[in-house]
T-cell receptor, first 113, second 114 residues
């Protein structure tokens, strides 16, 4: 059964720092991997989607990489800002039948000014 | 363009009561999903609809029913609510099931069953 783990569970950094959030998954047979942001009491906002054939995707200050063979993805945030404070969720879509996204429990990021 | 909308935003039910959570999307997406989010458990899929006219069970379907009313709307019904169904419910949609399609989420419905 596919499992997704995100470490650390919480992270505090000063404004301006570059940081990396980690996501690992147990089964390398995936269709895609998606990173989301969730603000307290709010829904999920899609940040980046990486298809299984891709190695990375970039959007603004965000860069996500995917290493399927090792079961890992990283989300790199450059020049962090207080507005980046949120919970970041990683989700994989398994390669076998079924369309459920399997979510990690998230990393809660706090960026202080 | 509102994306994915959900009603109601909050609801309190007593054990045994029934209710329907509504979801609508205006992105002309074919596929729609219902997830629940519980502390320490992450998000889990309840039901999904790959296209209009089809529905399938997800990881945690017990106690729920769904209806794909048309291409835009996908509702989730709790026939006899139980305290274990206290959760935040999210509806999502995507263009289809292909790997290139992102899932877009609504703002959620916070349900408490007493």
């Amino acid at each position: 059964k596919q499992e997704v783990t995100q470490i650390p569970a919480a992270l505090s950094v000063p404004e301006g720092e570059n940081l990396v959030l980690n996501c690992s998954f147990t089964d390398s047979a995936i269709y895609n991997l998606q990173w989301f942001r969730q603000d307290p009491g709010k829904g999920l906002t899609s940040l980046l989607l990486i298809q299984s054939s891709q190695r990375e995707q970039t959007s603004g200050r965000l860069n996500a990489s995917l290493d399927k063979s090792s079961g890992r993805s990283t989300l790199y945030i450059a020049a962090s800002q207080p507005g980046d404070s949120a919970t970041y969720l990683c989700a994989v879509r398994p390669g076998q039948a079924g369309t459920a996204l399997i979510f990690g429990k998230g990393t809660t990021l706090s960026v202080s000014s | 363009n509102a994306g994915v909308t959900q009603t109601p935003k909050f609801q309190v039910l007593k054990t045994g009561q029934s209710m329907t959570l509504q979801c609508a999307q205006d992105m002309n997406h074919n596929s729609m999903y219902w997830y629940r989010q519980d502390p320490g458990m992450g998000l889990r899929l309840i039901y999904y609809s790959a296209s209009e006219g089809t529905t399938d069970k997800g990881e945690v379907p017990n106690g729920y029913n769904v209806s794909r009313l048309n291409k835009r709307e996908f509702s989730l019904r709790l026939e006899s609510a139980a305290p274990s169904q206290t959760s935040v419910y999210f509806c999502a949609s995507s263009q289809g099931l292909a790997a290139s399609y992102e899932q877009y989420f609504g703002p959620g419905t916070r349900l408490t069953v007493t």
